[in-house]
Each structure stands twice: as structure tokens, then as C-alpha cells.
């Protein structure tokens, strides 16, 4: 395929995707929501002179999401993982980064009088919510009984969603009679814009669940990073896949979402995902056709398009396409407000540690440890966990 690098030709691609997907009941989203790294695969060079705008327009992809979403969204994901097999992956995530992050907390000195948390894609909240349950809930663990004053900075460009956010917060507040020791600031913003108020190194911790892959660049981390002290924690749960790497991944989301019913062949389709095994299969249908044809789709890169480097990158790519088949089916049986995009800026785990300690981040023994803990306690190989990196002291 034909790599194109001027705007206008960029734009045309762009239009073409969604055209030859507009059969599926899973809306694709623009192809510039994929990461900067898989453009080429899409058809996209990114050079000097259109960087910057591929930034915006990847960015404005993005903000259609989040712009025409509400909190019913995450019920949306909720019931689609759990359906698939996976669980409710976000709240076991929203769990564990609850925990790490007490863990951290209960490591300051006794006199420290003030920690700042930044949740960085908030939503509706439960991300906050799952952290101030974790320091202050008795029944679960001794509660944080010390110092500091606790400021949530709750960073999330919806304001319907910050509102329901800072409600369930101000809930949690009476609940636990901790009026005092939580404050909450909202800010309705994209988190690199907000960030650029905390100059001097202003952010205890740093959180995000399932926000930061809503970028194709990251230059949001290097955002974060400044933002943070030194050897502060930023505490990422996310879902890590090759989906939308290649547009022949791509094809066999949409061919199993068309061919939902036939449960043979999806159960076959997967498990040749899982095992890493040439896709043998025959599927017959003109969208589909168009679609290969568009991205000069060979037999070899369908056949091949899931063989993934180790078992665990396997389960993920297998989880993840579990996941937007049931996401079509919801979406086949009833009128859903809140769209969700399968294009997104997904990528592997070891991808994702290179991009933070390019950006200023660094791995410890202690980060390291939790993360392996959490990939044990998931068992879907890659597919969603938490990781903590620490700002670098240089």
C-alpha cells in the first residue's frame, strides 16, 4: 500500500475507513486513534511537516469519545469484559491501584501535611474512589490515621463525568466523616493541558485507568513525569494488545463480530489466536472483501496476523477480541447511547515501559514486584494490568 503523507490524502484515508466499516455494529473510529508507531500500517507516513498536525487531528479523534460518552459507558465495559470471560477488568484494576497506592502513602514520614493525587482520565470517579476507600476504609485496613490532607486533582475532559465524579467523592466523604482530610479539585481538561499548572514538581502520585492509551503520541507522559517529585509513583492500570497494530488483526475482529452466531468458528478463530496457529479459515463476505482489498491484505498476512511473540501477548490478543466480539453483540441487541471506539492506541507491555522511560520513568525492585503479582493474580497474559513507574532522579 501506497503510504501517504500529505493532510489531504491522510484525510481521505481516514474517510475510506469509515466507510468500508460502516456495516459493523462496532463503530472502528477514525484509523488516527491507533498508535504513532502502527501508522505506517494503516497507510500513514508521519513526517517533520505533518506531525504536528497528525498530533491534533489524532487528538481531536480522540475527544469524539469522550465528547459523546456519559458514565453508562463504563457499565458498557463492565458487562462486555465480564461476558467475555476476562471479569470486570477495569474495577480489578481501580482495586489494585487502591492498594498500591495506600502502599505508597503509608510510606511517608508521619509529619508530611499534604499528598496530591492526580487521576489523570477520571471519568466518573472510580478510580478516586477506589484509592480514598483504600486509606480510609477500617474495614479492609488500617486506615491512613496521620497527616497528610489529601488533594484529589480529578483530570478528565468531560464535565458530566467529572460532575458524577465529584458527587460519588463527596458521598465517600460523609460516608467515612472525613469532610478534612479529602479535598477534590475537577479540572475539565485533556490531562497534558492541566498538567501544565503543577510547575515545580507539585504531584505526589499519579494515577490512570484505562485513560492514557487514549493517545496515538506520548508526549503525555513526558507531561506526567514533570509534573511528578522525585521518585513519585505513577500507578497505570490499562489494557495492552496488538489489535490495532495491523489492519489484518482488524479483519478478523470484524469477521467474528459478523459471524457472532456461528460459534464453531469463533471458538476455532480464537483458539488459533491463543495457540499462535495460522488462521485457516475461509470467511466469505464483501464488506469483508472491500476491507482486504483497501489494505492489500495478502493470504500470508491473514493467515499469519495474530502470531504473537510469547504466550502471554497471545492471551491478550485473544482477550481483547473476546472482548469487542461481545461489545457487537450488546451493540446488535439494543440501542447503546454511549459509543465506544475499537481503534485505540493499545500496545504491548514492553512498548509501553520503553515509551515511560524514554519520558523520565524508571522501573525499582518494589514496581517490578507488583507488576509480576498482578499479571499472576489476572492470568489473561498481557492483556490488562497494573504497573508502577517511579520519576527518574535524572
Same mark, same amino acid.
Given at each position: 500500500m501506497k503510504l501517504a503523507s500529505s493532510v489531504s490524502d491522510i484525510e481521505i484515508r481516514v474517510n475510506d475507513i469509515n466507510q468500508l466499516t460502516a456495516w459493523s455494529p462496532v463503530p472502528l473510529g477514525s484509523i488516527l486513534r491507533v498508535s504513532d508507531y502502527a501508522y505506517p500500517n494503516w497507510g500513514i507516513r508521519v513526517t517533520d511537516q505533518n506531525r504536528d498536525w497528525l498530533y491534533s487531528a489524532s487528538q481531536d479523534a480522540y475527544s469524539v469519545e469522550w465528547k459523546d460518552t456519559d458514565p453508562?459507558?463504563?457499565?458498557?465495559?463492565? $458487562?462486555? /469484559?465480564?461476558?467475555?470471560?476476562?471479569?470486570?477488568?477495569?474495577?480489578?484494576m481501580n482495586q489494585k491501584i487502591g492498594d498500591y497506592a495506600y502502599d505508597y502513602v503509608a510510606g511517608f514520614p508521619r509529619n508530611r501535611d499534604k499528598c496530591v493525587i492526580a487521576d489523570i482520565g477520571a471519568g466518573a470517579g472510580a478510580t478516586s474512589i477506589a484509592i480514598a476507600k483504600a486509606l480510609f476504609d477500617s474495614e479492609s485496613r488500617k486506615p491512613v490515621s496521620f497527616g497528610p490532607v489529601f488533594e484529589f486533582v480529578l483530570i478528565e475532559p468531560s464535565s458530566s463525568r467529572l460532575a458524577a465524579a465529584s458527587n460519588a467523592i463527596n458521598?465517600?466523604?460523609?460516608?467515612?466523616?472525613?469532610?478534612?482530610?479529602?479535598?477534590?479539585?475537577?479540572?475539565a481538561s485533556t490531562e497534558i493541558a492541566a498538567l501544565r499548572e503543577y510547575e515545580g514538581s507539585a504531584i505526589d502520585i499519579a494515577v490512570a485507568n484505562?485513560?492514557?492509551?487514549?493517545? /496515538?503520541?506520548?508526549?503525555?507522559?513526558?507531561?506526567?513525569?514533570? /509534573?511528578l517529585k522525585i521518585g513519585a509513583s505513577f500507578i497505570i492500570g490499562d489494557w495492552y494488545d496488538g489489535l490495532s497494530e495491523r489492519p489484518a488483526r482488524i479483519y478478523w475482529m470484524l469477521a467474528l463480530i *459478523?459471524?457472532?452466531?456461528?460459534?464453531?468458528?469463533? /471458538?476455532?478463530?480464537?483458539r488459533s489466536i491463543e495457540n499462535r496457529e495460522e488462521l485457516k479459515m475461509g470467511i466469505k463476505s464483501s464488506e469483508l472483501k472491500n476491507?482486504?482489498?483497501?489494505?492489500?491484505?495478502?493470504g500470508d498476512e491473514l493467515r499469519f496476523a495474530f502470531m504473537?511473540?510469547?504466550?502471554? $501477548?497471545?492471551?491478550?490478543?485473544?482477550?481483547?477480541?473476546?472482548?469487542?466480539?461481545?461489545?457487537?453483540k450488546i451493540f446488535a441487541e439494543k440501542e447503546v447511547k454511549s459509543p465506544i471506539y475499537a481503534l485505540e492506541g493499545h500496545e504491548r507491555?514492553? *512498548?509501553?515501559?520503553?515509551?515511560?522511560?524514554?519520558?523520565?520513568?524508571?522501573?525499582?525492585?518494589?514496581?517490578?514486584?507488583?507488576?509480576?503479582?498482578?499479571?499472576?493474580?489476572?492470568?489473561?497474559?498481557?492483556?490488562?494490568?497494573v504497573m508502577v513507574a517511579k520519576k527518574a532522579r535524572v
Open positions: 453508562s459507558l463504563n457499565a458498557l465495559v463492565s $458487562q462486555a /469484559s465480564t461476558n467475555a470471560g476476562l471479569g470486570d477488568v477495569n474495577s480489578i458521598r465517600l466523604k460523609d460516608e467515612y466523616r472525613i469532610p478534612h482530610s479529602l479535598h477534590v479539585r475537577c479540572i484505562a485513560s492514557i492509551h487514549h493517545n /496515538s503520541f506520548t508526549d503525555h507522559l513526558a507531561e506526567i513525569s514533570r /509534573s *459478523a459471524k457472532r452466531d456461528d460459534a464453531e468458528l469463533v /471458538s476455532r478463530v480464537l476491507f482486504r482489498k483497501y489494505f492489500s491484505l495478502t504473537a511473540n510469547n504466550p502471554k $501477548q497471545a492471551l491478550a490478543d485473544a482477550g481483547i477480541v473476546r472482548f469487542w466480539l461481545e461489545v457487537g507491555v514492553a *512498548a509501553r515501559k520503553r515509551s515511560l522511560v524514554n519520558s523520565g520513568f524508571c522501573f525499582d525492585e518494589d514496581s517490578k514486584t507488583k507488576y509480576a503479582e498482578l499479571s499472576r493474580k489476572i492470568r489473561k497474559g498481557d492483556l490488562a494490568t
